[in-house]
């Protein structure tokens, strides 16, 4: 059974750092062709932080984190990670990983461009 399982959020004030992990399995091999990260908050859309393809390690960063989101991936782990510095409160959010297939000019970080997803982990930014 495919999965995804994040992890390594939590609380932590603001200008800290924090490293996400997604863990995938079950997939057959060359199923999905990339990762994303998503966030969302109460009463927000979500929105995508990053998105990596597992080939040629592109990525796609919103300029929105560009200066402090950096997304990285290892393949014989298989397991993205999401490395966040200088964390403010308004990044405070749960954190969902999402794997997708295909291959465009760039990883996407359209939501709809994802067909399987984790549960997320939550993140909270506060002193």
């Known amino acids: 059974q495919a999965q995804l399982v994040e992890s390594g959020g939590g609380l932590v004030q603001p200008g800290g750092s924090l490293r996400l992990s997604c863990a995938f399995s079950?997939?057959?091999?060359?199923?999905?062709?990339?990762i994303a990260w998503f966030r969302q908050a109460p009463g927000k859309e979500r929105e995508a932080v990053s998105a990596?393809?597992?080939?040629?390690?592109?990525?796609n960063t919103p300029r929105s984190v560009e200066n402090r989101f950096t997304i990285s991936k290892d393949n014989a782990k298989n397991t993205v990670y999401l490395q966040m510095n200088n964390l403010k409160p308004e990044d405070t959010a749960k954190y969902l990983c999402?794997?997708?297939?295909?291959?465009?000019?760039?990883?996407?970080?359209?939501?709809?461009?994802?067909?399987?997803w984790g549960q997320g982990t939550q993140v909270t930014v506060s002193s």
């Open positions: 999402a794997a997708g297939r295909g291959i465009w000019e760039m990883p996407p970080l359209e939501d709809w461009e994802y067909d399987w």
């Open positions: 079950g997939f057959r091999i060359k199923e999905i062709s990339l």
């Open positions: 990596i393809y597992f080939g040629d390690g592109s990525t």
